[in-house]
C-alpha cells in the first residue's frame, strides 16, 4: 500500500490491509467511502446547509450500495473461481447488470422523485466512485 493509502485507513481508524489479491481489502475500502462520504457530507452541511449536504449525501449513498454489491459479489467469485471459471464469470457479468440497474433505479429516486440538487449528487458519486477505485488500485498486489 502507498504511504497516502496507509494515512486515509488510519484515519478512518481501519488497519491497513496486506492481502493477497483484493477480496478482503474491498470491503475495507467500501467503508473506507462511507466515512468519506460523511465526513463530505458533514462538510457541506456546515457549510453551505441543508439542500446541498443532502443531496450529495445520497449521491454518495448510490455510490457506497454499488461499492458494497461489487465487494459481495467479488469475494463470491473469488470462491466459485476454483471450481467453476465459468459460473465466475457469468456471476461477475450478472453483478454488472445489477450494479448498473440499481444504480440508474437509486439516481431516478434521487432526482426524479426526491427531487434533489443534481449536481452535488452526481459530484459525490463521481467522487466516491474515484476514490473507491484509486483505492483498490492502491491497495492491490499487482
Do not use: H
Not at 9 to 28: K, L, P, R, T
Not at 40 to 49: A, C, D, P, R, V
Amino acid at each position: 500500500m502507498t504511504g497516502y493509502t496507509t494515512f486515509v485507513y488510519n484515519f478512518a481508524g481501519f488497519e491497513s490491509c496486506e492481502c493477497d489479491g483484493m477480496s478482503a481489502s474491498v470491503y475495507q475500502v467500501a467503508w473506507l467511502q462511507g466515512v468519506l462520504v460523511l465526513a463530505i457530507s458533514g462538510l457541506l452541511f456546515i457549510t453551505t446547509g441543508w439542500n446541498i449536504a443532502i443531496s450529495a449525501l445520497t449521491g454518495g449513498a448510490v455510490a457506497f450500495a454499488n461499492a458494497f454489491i461489487y465487494a459481495s459479489r467479488f469475494q463470491r467469485a473469488s470462491e466459485l473461481a476454483a471450481s467453476s471459471p465459468q459460473r465466475a464469470i457469468a456471476l461477475i457479468v450478472k453483478s454488472v447488470l445489477i450494479r448498473t440497474a440499481l444504480v440508474a433505479i437509486l439516481f431516478w429516486v434521487v432526482l426524479g422523485w426526491m427531487k434533489l440538487m443534481p449536481a452535488p449528487a452526481i459530484f459525490m458519486f463521481a467522487g466516491a466512485q474515484g476514490v473507491y477505485w484509486f483505492a483498490l488500485k492502491a491497495n492491490s498486489k499487482d
